[in-house]
């Protein structure tokens, strides 16, 4: 971790500002809310308002939802070692994995990173 004195809650909010930021610079349009939980080795992150209104639009049958998934699911995929490295700098524990899905119908994406330490438990240290 950057700062050893770090609280769960900071680190929280300062790994949903960080995601926020990358979703800016990488996909070119950031979420309009984000909230951040560290839970064991889990870092849940849940983004709102992430679809444009093009993405709304084709959304409203069943193969726009799939193309919308698709296309999202591609792009953050493309971007998940940099995802990964991003968590791992401001914990300073490695990510395992990350997992992610969006919703077409509520317009948010959850994303998971499984770490390979018990983050909350050095947090509560």
């Not at 699911?73 to 971007?79: A, D, Q, T, W, Y």
């Amino acid at each position: 971790m950057n700062n050893t004195n770090m609280t769960k809650g900071q680190l929280e909010a300062d790994i949903s500002k960080a995601l926020t930021q990358w979703e800016k610079e990488y996909l070119g349009r950031g979420p309009l809310q984000v909230k951040t939980d560290i839970l064991r080795n889990l870092i849940i992150v849940q983004l709102k308002g992430i679809l444009t209104p093009a993405e709304k639009s084709v959304a409203t049958t069943a193969s726009g939802i799939s193309s919308v998934k698709s296309i999202r699911s591609e792009l953050i995929e493309s971007g998940s070692d940099q995802l990964k490295e991003l968590i791992t700098n401001l914990t300073g524990i490695s990510t395992n994995s990350f997992h992610t899905d969006i919703s077409t119908i509520t317009g948010e994406r959850i994303i998971i990173f499984t770490m390979e330490e018990q983050l909350e438990q050095k947090l509560n240290i």
